[in-house]
């Protein structure tokens, strides 16, 4: 888990937060109106993108093509947020998001990212041993797919698009985004089958 923000670091950012304010380039309430977007976010919206690119190919092909556009698209807002890309998985190709130097985190639309995702264990095994760190998931791939691990930054955050399962033709936008977790969406897991096709 990554250590709690020392004292310097927060006095840093209030002597920041204070020079924007007092040279007009944001105020109070804008600051108020981010932090309560920030907190309102959660997986919940990766999720009902990722199933409307299920079932809707205009769509898949906006999410793919411009991340940022199609969460606007949702009704997201993403000002002031780094572009957003998303990563396809195929039947050959599995993703896996890291932060290798921090925990940049595609917040609009993830919510705020989970302790692990910060924890330097993570950040440094992942990228050295992808097939260990996701078998701890309980996510265990075919040897002919590969694993691709990629990079989050500053400059540009990324999210999974992964494989819909099968069994679920048919389904509703809703209920195929009750199949997207959080950790789906950053792919150390798979979004899980409906019970009647896992048993098949």
């Known amino acids: 888990m990554s250590p709690p923000p020392r004292p310097d670091s927060i006095a840093g950012l209030e002597r920041l937060i204070a020079a924007l304010k007092a040279k007009g380039i944001v105020t109070e309430e804008e600051l108020a109106a981010r932090q309560a977007q920030t907190d309102k ?5 990766g999720a009902r993108m990722v199933a409307r ?9 906006l999410l793919l093509r411009d991340g940022t556009a199609a969460a606007e698209a949702m009704g997201v807002s993403m000002a002031g947020a780094p572009p957003l890309g998303v990563l396809e998985d195929t039947p050959t190709r599995h993703h896996v998001i890291v932060c ?41 791939l075919p040897p ?9 930054t500053a400059d540009y955050r990324w999210m999974v698009l ?7 033709e048919g389904w509703s936008e809703g209920r195929l985004a009750a199949l997207v977790t959080r950790d789906v969406l950053v792919g150390v897991a798979l979004p899980q089958p409906p019970v009647a096709a896992a048993a098949e």
Not at 41 to 45: G, I
Not at 162 to 168: D, F, I, V
Request: charged share 20%.
């Open 41 to 45: 976010a959660s997986p919940e919206t």
């Open 53 to 61: 690119a299920w079932v809707d190919p205009a769509y898949r092909a």
């Open 100 to 140: 290798t130097l921090c925990s940049c985190y595609p917040r609009a639309v993830l919510g705020y990212p989970p302790p692990w995702y910060k924890s330097f264990a993570y950040r440094a095994r992942v990228v050295r041993e992808p097939r260990a760190v996701l078998a701890e998931w309980g996510t265990v």
């Open 144 to 152: 002919g797919v590969e694993v691709r691990v990629v990079d989050s």
């Open 162 to 168: 992964p494989l819909r399962p099968a069994g679920t």
